[in-house]
C-alpha cells in the first residue's frame, strides 16, 4: 500500500536559518506518526510546508500522492489542519464554529447539520453546541478545533501540538477523540508535540527532531531499545540520538494566551 505521506529532502531556509534541514520520512495509511522535540525544532516549520502553508526552499512532499507545491489544491482537499494558532469564534457558539467551517468546506447543504451533529456527538460537545466558545474550557475548545478539521472527513489530519496548555486531565481526553477519528474514519495523523510521554502512549511510530533535522525513526519501543539502557525514556532516546535534552487548561483568552507563547518558541 503506498504511503500517504512521503518526505524527501524536505527544507525550509529563513534568510540564513535553516529552520527544516532536508528531512526525509514517509507515514502509512492510517497511521498515527508524531514528530517529537521542543520548541524550535522545526516541527510547526514541517506541518506549515506539508499543509501548503509555507513553500519549502527545496526537497519534495506527497499527500496521498500529490505534490504539496504543484498540486496544492488537491492536497487541501485531502487534508485536515488544527494548527496552534487559535482557530474558533469566541463570539459563536459551538455549532456556529463548526456551520462556518461545513461552508468553507463546501460540505453540500443537505449534509451539514447531520456531519455536524455526528462529530459533535463524537467529540462528546452536544450539551455545549448552542454555548458560546468563551464559556469553554480548554480542552472543550481544542475538541471544537478538531471537529471543525474533520467535517469533511480529511484522509490525513495534520495536528499542531494539539495539547498545547492542557492538564493531563484534558490532554488525555483529547487524545482519546483523536484515536476514535483515527478508529472511526481511517484517517491518518500527523502530530507534533513536545510531550515524551504523550507521544509515546499515543503515536505508532516516531520522528525525533532537533535543530531542524530528523535524528532518528522508529516505534518508541525500538527508539528507546537502541539506547541499550535499562528502562529507557523516551527522553533518555532523544538525548541518546541528539547530543541533548528535552526542556520543555483554561478559558479561551487563558488558551490564547498560551498557544501565542508557545507559537512564538517555534
Known amino acids: 500500500m503506498p504511503e500517504m505521506i512521503k518526505v524527501v529532502d524536505l527544507t525550509k531556509v529563513f534568510g540564513t536559518h535553516k529552520a527544516v534541514d532536508g528531512i526525509s520520512f514517509a ?12 520548541n524550535g525544532a522545526g ?5 506549515k510546508m506539508l499543509t501548503t502553508l509555507l513553500a519549502p526552499t527545496s526537497g519534495q512532499a506527497l499527500i496521498g500522492g500529490y505534490d504539496i507545491v504543484r498540486q496544492a489544491s488537491e492536497v487541501r482537499r485531502l487534508i485536515g489542519y488544527v494548527p496552534q494558532m487559535l482557530s474558533v469564534d469566541g463570539s459563536l457558539t459551538g455549532y456556529e464554529n463548526l ?17 455536524i451533529w455526528e462529530v459533535l456527538s463524537l467529540l462528546h460537545l452536544e450539551d455545549a453546541a448552542h454555548s458560546l466558545v468563551k464559556t ?3 480542552g472543550m475548545i481544542r475538541r ?3 471537529g471543525q478539521a474533520v467535517l469533511h472527513f ?7 501540538e494539539p495539547t498545547v496548555g492542557l492538564d493531563p486531565v484534558a490532554r488525555r481526553n483529547v487524545w482519546d477523540h483523536v484515536k476514535g477519528l483515527r478508529d472511526r474514519y481511517s484517517t491518518t495523523i500527523l502530530v507534533t508535540t513536545h510531550y515524551m510521554e504523550e507521544a509515546e502512549n499515543m503515536c505508532h511510530r516516531l520522528a525525533i527532531m532537533h535543530l531542524g533535522r ?6 518508541p519501543e525500538e527508539l528507546k531499545r537502541r539506547t541499550n539502557k535499562d528502562g529507557a525514556t523516551l527522553e533518555d532516546a532523544f538525548a541518546y540520538f541528539t547530543g541533548a535534552t528535552m526542556e520543555t487548561g483554561g478559558t479561551l483568552r487563558e488558551t490564547a494566551r498560551v498557544r501565542r507563547t508557545a507559537r512564538r518558541l517555534g
Open 214 to 219: 530528523i535524528a532518528a525513526i522508529g516505534t
Open 99 to 115: 456551520l462556518l467551517f461545513a461552508r468553507l468546506y463546501d460540505v453540500p447543504n443537505d449534509q451539514r447539520n447531520r456531519r
Open 27 to 38: 507515514v502509512e495509511p492510517g497511521e498515527i506518526f508524531g514528530l517529537v522535540g521542543p
Open 43 to 47: 516541527k510547526t516549520t514541517t506541518l
Open 136 to 138: 469553554y474550557s480548554g
Open 144 to 146: 471544537l478545533e478538531i
Open 154 to 160: 480529511p484522509k490525513v489530519l495534520f495536528l499542531d
